[in-house]
Every structure is written in structure tokens, then in C-alpha cells.
């Protein structure tokens, strides 16, 4: 995986994560790329055991074959939605790219900075939610985080002010 591209997306399964998605792959993906998938759960969704020895480092790069299988799913307790799987399939076929999952747990600002370093990606891909002001000053926006501490070109896909 050194001398190819790694591209990074971060997702949710989300409205917001899917149009980031579809954006990378339409702009970004070329053939022989590797797409990453961060996702990135909060710290309380994991049980003793297994994903325990995953806190620190994530876990290890899983490949759409493993992630699309419930066994998996279940057992790193993800949700993934059938639009999010369907766009990776298309684009696995259609782009002839590796899909990678990349599974971190704790806070997304931190994780998806680690991600870009660990993995390591060339660019990362992420969705903006389109926070007002006062829940941006509030809440704190991991895109605008993870633009100013990334270490990496990282790219904004913003939500259109018609879409709700």
C-alpha cells in the first residue's frame, strides 16, 4: 500500500457523510487508489475485549469484503447503511479501487487527525453538517478542526443551503 494513493473519507453513514463520499469518488478516486473509510465511535460504544486492544490505534484496515458481513458489523458495532454500501460497491467496480474501513473510537476532532498520520492518507474527504453559528461556537465543528490540525490536504464538502 506505500507507493498508492490513500484517500480518506470520513464517515458516519450519514446524509452529510454519503455526499463527501460521492464527492471524493467523483473528484479524487482514480484507478488503483486505495478509499479509506474512518469512522470514528464514540468511546462508550465498545465492550471489554476484542475492541479494547483497538482504543489506542483503531482498528485494522478491514476490507469492504469483511465490512459488509454482519458478523463484523456486529461485532465492531457499526450500522452501515445500504446507500453508503451500495456507492462503495459501484465505485470498487467501477473506478477498480481497494475500499478500506478504518474503525477509531473517541473524540472524531482527535481520531480523524490521528487517522490521516496512522494510516497514513494522501488527502482526506469529510462532511460539513452546516452548523450555525451559535451551535458551531457551542458544539465545536470537527471539519474546522480537522482543516487547521490535519497534516494533509483535507477537503470540506459542504451542505448546500437548499438541503435540509
Known amino acids: 500500500m506505500d507507493a498508492e494513493r490513500r484517500v480518506g473519507v470520513a464517515v458516519d453513514f450519514s446524509e452529510c457523510s454519503r455526499k463527501a463520499l460521492k464527492w471524493a469518488i467523483d473528484n479524487i478516486i482514480r484507478k488503483g487508489d486505495y478509499l479509506v473509510l474512518v469512522t470514528v465511535r464514540p468511546d462508550s460504544d465498545y ?5 479494547q486492544l483497538w482504543q ?3 482498528s485494522p484496515l ?3 469484503s469483511e465490512f459488509s458481513d454482519p458478523l463484523t458489523t456486529k461485532k465492531y458495532g ?21 475500499v ?6 473517541g473524540d ?3 481520531k480523524l487527525c490521528e487517522a490521516i498520520d496512522h494510516v497514513p492518507l494522501t488527502c482526506l474527504v469529510i462532511g460539513n453538517r452546516g452548523l450555525g453559528k451559535i ?8 471539519s474546522n478542526y480537522v482543516v487547521n490540525n490535519g497534516s494533509c490536504p483535507v477537503t470540506v464538502v459542504k451542505k448546500a ?4
Not at 465492550?47 to 475492541?51: L, S
Not at 478500506?100 to 473510537?105: C, Q
Not at 451551535?135 to 470537527?142: M, Y
Open 135 to 142: 451551535k458551531r461556537a457551542i458544539l465545536g465543528s470537527v
Open 56 to 58: 489506542t490505534t483503531g
Open 100 to 105: 478500506l474501513l478504518k474503525i477509531y473510537w
Open 161 to 164: 443551503d437548499h438541503e435540509t
Open 78 to 98: 457499526l450500522k452501515p447503511d445500504a446507500q453508503t454500501m451500495d456507492i462503495v460497491t459501484t465505485a470498487t467496480a467501477q473506478k477498480e479501487i481497494s
Open 108 to 110: 472524531a476532532r482527535e
Open 47 to 51: 465492550e471489554d475485549g476484542e475492541m
Open 62 to 64: 478491514i476490507p469492504l
